[in-house]
């Protein structure tokens, strides 16, 4: 096979790929897990095909230079290649950010832990361990009996008080892909919002959260 049909294939297989808009998907994916206060479900299917895109432009970008290609097409291919790499990279460093910020929370929380990937469950357990081991040695044990818990400020406490939890009904800022009506926010407001295709609106999370998950809003 010649350099120009091997170029050629690695092309058709580039655009077959870009075709369907995981680009566009992994940045939303990226946006809505930097604005939501808590962790969002992980999309192992958009990351599975986000890293063989990855692959195949890294073996693209190779090719190209090997084979005299123009400069400016392979530059262009290599930004592309940079865009989709560091969304990726962003995607997951945010989530193991709040991982490391509400690990207790996310552990004593089936619903919330099940949004991991297995990988990141192995990472929150580990973080876990080494956030209590440190506290233990550091603090906990110099301290009263009844004082040391790593999850209640005492024995007294009913519920796991020292643990941080993410701020649902912060406001975020939102999109909708689609006219969507009358809107009741939970918030005990009277009036519902008409929320209009594209453009924006300062929403209390909690009120918008089935609409992030069911991808029917994306956050900005």
């Known amino acids: 096979?010649?350099?120009?049909?091997?170029?050629?294939?690695?092309a058709?297989?580039?655009?077959?790929?870009?075709?369907?808009?995981?680009?566009?998907?992994?940045?939303?994916?990226?946006?809505?897990?930097?604005?939501?206060?808590?962790?969002?479900?992980?999309?192992?299917?958009?990351?599975?095909?986000?890293?063989?895109?990855?692959?195949?432009?890294?073996?693209?970008v190779g090719e190209f230079g090997k084979n005299g290609v123009d400069p400016l097409t392979?530059?262009?291919?290599?930004?592309?290649?940079?865009r989709t790499m560091f969304l990726l990279r962003s995607y997951l460093r945010?989530?193991?950010q709040k991982i490391e910020k509400y690990v207790f929370h996310i552990q004593k929380t089936a619903e919330v832990w099940n949004r991991l990937s297995r990988q990141e469950q192995k990472f929150a357990r580990r973080c876990a361990g080494d956030i209590k081991h440190h506290l233990e040695q550091s603090v906990l044990t110099k301290l009263p009996d009844q004082y040391q818990s790593h999850l209640r400020q005492s024995a007294a406490s009913e519920d796991d008080d020292m643990v941080p939890e993410p701020q649902l009904d912060a406001y975020v800022v939102c999109r909708s892909k689609r006219?969507?009506?009358?809107?009741?926010?939970?918030?005990?407001?009277?009036e519902p919002v008409n929320i209009e295709a594209d453009d924006l609106y300062a929403l209390p999370y909690k009120s918008i959260k089935p609409l992030v998950e069911s991808k029917q809003i994306d956050l900005v």
């Open 12 to 60: 058709d297989d580039y655009e077959s790929l870009m075709s369907t808009t995981d680009a566009e998907l992994l940045k939303s994916a990226w946006r809505n897990e930097k604005a939501a206060p808590e962790i969002l479900k992980f999309d192992a299917d958009l990351v599975q095909r986000s890293r063989q895109q990855i692959q195949l432009m890294e073996e693209m």
């Open 74 to 82: 392979v530059s262009l291919y290599q930004m592309d290649l940079d």
């Open 179 to 190: 006219y969507l009506g009358a809107f009741q926010l939970d918030d005990g407001s009277e």
């Open 94 to 96: 945010t989530r193991l």
């Open 1 to 10: 096979m010649d350099s120009g049909a091997g170029e050629s294939s690695a």
